[in-house]
């Protein structure tokens, strides 16, 4: 079983829908959870942290559930500069080993 | 500010060649990560340093791959002999202190390996 599964997509949807993704971790005692956001033949770039209360920057929204050990990215209002690849990142409980995920495609259509 | 620089970009090579992989990380980090990137494979870990001295290379596929550090500006990835399934995108990033989330990336080396 990978350490961190995500459905790869693609999501297409249109301008302004609101779209979700999930991402399963199998470590329980994973401590730091991530969202990194990745560009066509780009580096990564954090998008942002997941907090246990839930957290929001603008139109995203992230949660976090430790007791399924899932995460979740939702966006609202979907522009079409936020098709990207979503990763998925945790963080091992000790040493700073970040685990990615394979990532889900979001592709937004006018 | 400079971020994260790789070289080279692009690379096209011969199987059974040396390729040597470039990284300067971002002044004043202290951490620094080789990433492998593929279809199949996604992202994956190779090894990291801490103040120059590699810390977990449990990443590293086989023998064919070393990774150095000679200071704190400089690491290198180099894959000897090369093979076709090593064709990939070779990623670098570096942080400050412990991670808590932010991986500075470089633009990535592009490898083809015929």
């Known amino acids: 079983r990978k350490e961190v599964e995500q459905d790869p997509g693609p999501f297409n949807v249109p301008e302004g829908a609101t779209v979700a993704f999930n991402c399963t971790y199998s470590n329980s005692a994973s401590q730091s959870f991530f969202w990194y956001r990745q560009d066509c033949r780009k580096e990564p770039k954090l998008l942002m942290s997941v907090y246990s209360s839930g957290n929001e920057d603008g139109r995203f929204t992230a949660q976090l559930n430790r007791a399924s050990q899932y995460i979740s990215l939702l966006i609202r209002d979907s522009k079409l500069s936020d098709s990207a690849t979503y990763l998925c990142?945790?963080?091992?409980?000790?040493?700073?080993?970040?685990?990615f995920g394979a990532g889900t495609i979001l592709r937004v259509k006018s | 500010d400079a971020g994260v620089i790789q070289s080279p970009r692009h690379e096209v090579t011969e199987m059974g060649q040396e390729v040597t992989l470039r990284c300067k990380p971002i002044?004043?980090?202290?951490?620094l990560f080789w990433y492998r990137q593929t279809m199949m494979r996604g992202l994956e870990l190779l090894i990291y340093?801490?103040?120059?001295?590699?810390?977990?290379d449990s990443g590293m596929p086989e023998d064919r791959f070393s990774a150095k550090m000679p200071n704190a500006s400089f690491s290198t990835l180099k894959i000897q002999p090369s093979e076709p399934r090593d064709s990939a995108v070779y990623f670098c990033?570096?942080?400050?202190?412990?991670?808590?989330?932010?991986?500075?990336f470089g633009e990535g080396s592009r490898l083809t390996v015929l």
């Open positions: 990142v945790v963080n091992e409980e000790y040493g700073n080993k970040l685990v």
């Open positions: 990033a570096s942080s400050f202190g412990r991670v808590t989330g932010e991986l500075f």
């Open positions: 002044s004043g980090h202290d951490y």
């Open positions: 340093f801490n103040n120059n001295v590699p810390i977990d």
